[in-house]
Nanobody, 115 residues
Framework: QVQLVESGGGLVQAGGSLRLSCLAS????????MGWYRQAPGKQRELVARITSGTNINYIDSVKGRFTISRDNAKNTVYLQMNSLKPEDTAVYYC?????????WGQGTQVTVSS
């Protein structure tokens, strides 16, 4: 089993930055892919960024050039550096870890971007 705890959300002005962190515990050596998802009110949850155990990275088009996902295996932590934030980035951000045949989720952290 894997437990995930997110932190780093908050309220920022448009153009500002935040860094989200996700600490994993449990059977962490079984984790392959990790990612960040977000869900805004009235919208479905969407993938924001994903990083594999081989450090292959994918982003949705709307965050390319602004967000950076990284992984520190020694600290069992995945990060999402968010720069040039826009009001449309406002959402609850969730950490995800994939073990074959199972997805694990954190509780989410709120990111609010004011205009």
């Amino acid at each position: 089993q894997v437990q995930l705890v997110e932190s780093g959300g908050g309220l920022v002005q448009a153009g500002g930055s935040l860094r989200l962190s996700c600490l994993a515990s449990g059977i962490i050596f079984s984790i392959s892919d990790m990612g960040w998802y977000r869900q805004a009110p009235g919208k479905q949850r969407e993938l924001v960024a994903r990083i594999t155990s081989g450090t292959n990275i994918n982003y949705i088009d709307s965050v390319k050039g602004r967000f950076t996902i990284s992984r520190d295996n020694a600290k069992n932590t995945v990060y999402l550096q968010m720069n040039s934030l826009k009001p449309e980035d406002t959402a609850v951000y969730y950490c995800n870890a994939y073990v074959p045949r199972r997805d694990y989720w954190g509780q989410g952290t709120q990111v609010t971007v004011s205009s």
